[in-house]
């Protein structure tokens, strides 16, 4: 590579542009979310709700750039073959963006939207399997199928909203929800323990098994059939049980007061916790009549939002050649909004159901704010050259 690049910086590898884009996108999405539901803010959908709309883009797109991100910065170290940089990522990412932009219209250029996103799918999937085939990595194989199976699922939300697959929209909202989770666990199981082992001060070995493991992903796969394509709400919640159950097991094996040491750890940590509440709340959801949005947020908020802030943060650091021990000072703060603003969203409405727009509201800034905290610490670092002066 040579030491001068004729690009800049932020396109060196998949990380900084997708996370730069990714963080930029939780404060615009959800700051225009909250003016809608809040103030009737214009938003002009016409084939979906402005509550699917809003659904949509954290799935595929705040969580889909994060994704994007990880993926193409991990390939590269899992296989020692370069990913796009340079033209070819800028590219890659302006496809995201323009998918995005098109999105702020409504559903208005809903058509030119489904070819910017899903250009933008297929693109990703054949830049991160290109690598993983030519080195011969099949393990790697379940995370490229979630990435396609990602990719079919935004297919049938825009199939749905044109008309085509009447119930595409519900399918692919919550059907895409499942898989961000179900690829969160996936890496989880390599990544949170390795992390937390090299992290800590002092030797530690956490417990894993294979049985776990096999069983995680059987249950995983009954809830995901038996909640979006059997509509069998006693299997679903029986396999969530399950999954809650497996989940809370490897907390437990997982843990070491050592994590309290760094927000990159307790972090990956709690949301893995809140994962599991989002669980237990479909498990139960019919014993005490629960709104499905509860366990929604769960998984959105304090499973996806705080386990993509942790990652970016510590991918962020550590792949432009700062010591990890070296994080800005606000992290924790961005990481404790988010929390809060979980705790507050999932909690609260079942104690005062009364002020769930309050709750709405409160929460929505909390995120905002932990955002806009992280957009002011991390876009310099995603966007500067690293301090080593080497090319990553």
């Not at 030491?3 to 800049?8: D, I, V, Y």
């Not at 103030?39 to 959908?45: C, D, H, Q, Y």
Request: aromatic letters at 14%.
């Amino acid at each position: 590579m040579p030491n001068t690049p004729s690009h800049p910086p932020i396109f060196n590898l998949g990380f900084r542009p997708f996370f730069s884009g990714a963080c930029v996108f939780a404060v615009v999405s959800i700051g225009y979310w909250l003016c809608v539901y809040l103030f009737a803010a214009p938003l002009k959908v016409t084939v979906i709700t402005a509550f699917q709309w809003h659904a949509h883009e954290m799935i595929y797109g705040y969580s889909l750039a994060v994704i994007a991100g990880f993926l193409l910065t991990a390939v590269k170290n899992w296989t020692g073959l370069q990913t796009p940089q340079g033209l070819p990522l800028a590219a890659l990412f302006l496809l995201w963006v323009l998918a995005r932009l098109t999105w702020l219209f409504g559903t208005s250029l809903i058509e030119l939207a489904a070819w910017f996103d899903l250009t933008f799918v297929i693109t990703l999937i054949v830049a991160i399997s290109r690598p993983i085939i030519a080195t011969k990595q099949w393990r790697q194989l379940a995370i490229i199928s979630k990435l396609i199976l990602l990719g079919i699922g935004n297919s049938i939300f825009y199939l749905g909203a044109l008309g085509y697959i009447e119930p595409g929209v519900h399918l692919a909202l919550y059907g895409g929800l499942y898989l961000v989770i179900g690829l969160i666990l996936t890496i989880g199981r390599r990544i949170i323990p390795f992390f937390i082992e090299r992290g800590v001060e002092g030797q530690v070995k956490l417990f894993n098994s294979p049985w776990l493991d096999g069983s995680s992903l059987v249950f995983f796969l009954t809830f995901f059939i038996a909640e979006l394509f059997l509509q069998n709400d006693s299997l679903a919640e029986l396999a969530a049980a399950m999954l809650a159950l497996i989940t809370a097991v490897r907390i437990v094996g997982w843990y070491t007061s050592g994590i309290w040491q760094t927000p990159l750890l307790w972090s990956l940590f709690i949301a893995l916790g809140f994962i599991d509440f989002g669980f237990i709340l479909i498990a139960v959801r019919d014993w005490f009549s629960l709104s499905p949005f509860l366990a929604t947020h769960a998984f959105g908020v304090g499973g996806v939002g705080v386990i993509t802030m942790g990652m970016m943060a510590r991918v962020s650091i550590g792949h432009t050649g700062r010591p990890l021990k070296a994080l800005p000072a606000v992290l924790p703060y961005c990481l404790g909004l988010l929390l809060v603003g979980t705790l507050i969203r999932v909690l609260l409405p079942l104690i005062l159901e009364t002020y769930y727009t309050l709750w709405i509201a409160l929460a929505g800034c909390c995120w905002l704010l932990g955002f806009g905290l992280f957009c002011t610490a991390y876009l310099p670092i995603l966007s500067q050259e690293r301090p080593d002066k080497k090319y990553g």
